[in-house]
């Protein structure tokens, strides 16, 4: 069984930093694609970026591009989204996702595994 497990979120300033983490157990995937999303309270959950495990293009939401950048680490099966230049708007859970599949990676039907969330505080 394949489980996204996240970490790294809390509270940051405006124009701050975070950095998430997502260790994905079970088997490898792949050339499958990753992906990271969030969901704001009252907000449906949106994508923020994906790529593929084995490298490629990577991928991201209008709003993000330029200030969050997505990588992995293949030999620790983790996926990691650094966040800069945060703003009051980026505040939401963030969710990995994982698939199973060949997929460009963009919306929540590509994929089939889910963490649980992790919380991202901006504060202005």
């Known amino acids: 069984q394949v489980q996204p497990v996240e970490s790294g979120g809390g509270l940051a300033q405006a124009g701050g930093s975070l950095r998430l983490s997502c260790v994905v157990s079970?088997?490898?995937?792949?050339?499958?694609?990753m992906g990271w999303f969030r969901q704001a309270p009252g907000k449906e959950r949106e994508f923020v970026a994906a790529?593929?495990?084995?490298?490629?293009?990577?991928f991201y939401a209008d709003s993000v591009k330029g200030r969050f950048t997505i990588s992995r680490d293949n030999a620790r099966n983790t996926a990691y989204l650094q966040m800069d230049k945060l703003e009051p708007d980026d505040a939401a859970d963030y969710y990995c996702?994982?698939?199973?599949?060949?997929?460009?990676?963009?919306?929540?039907?590509?994929?089939?595994?889910w963490g649980q969330g992790t919380r991202v505080t901006v504060s202005s």
């Open positions: 079970g088997r490898t995937l792949g050339a499958y694609p």
């Open positions: 790529m593929s495990w084995r490298g490629g293009p990577t």
């Open positions: 996702a994982a698939s199973s599949r060949t997929a460009r990676g963009v919306k929540r039907d590509d994929y089939d595994y």
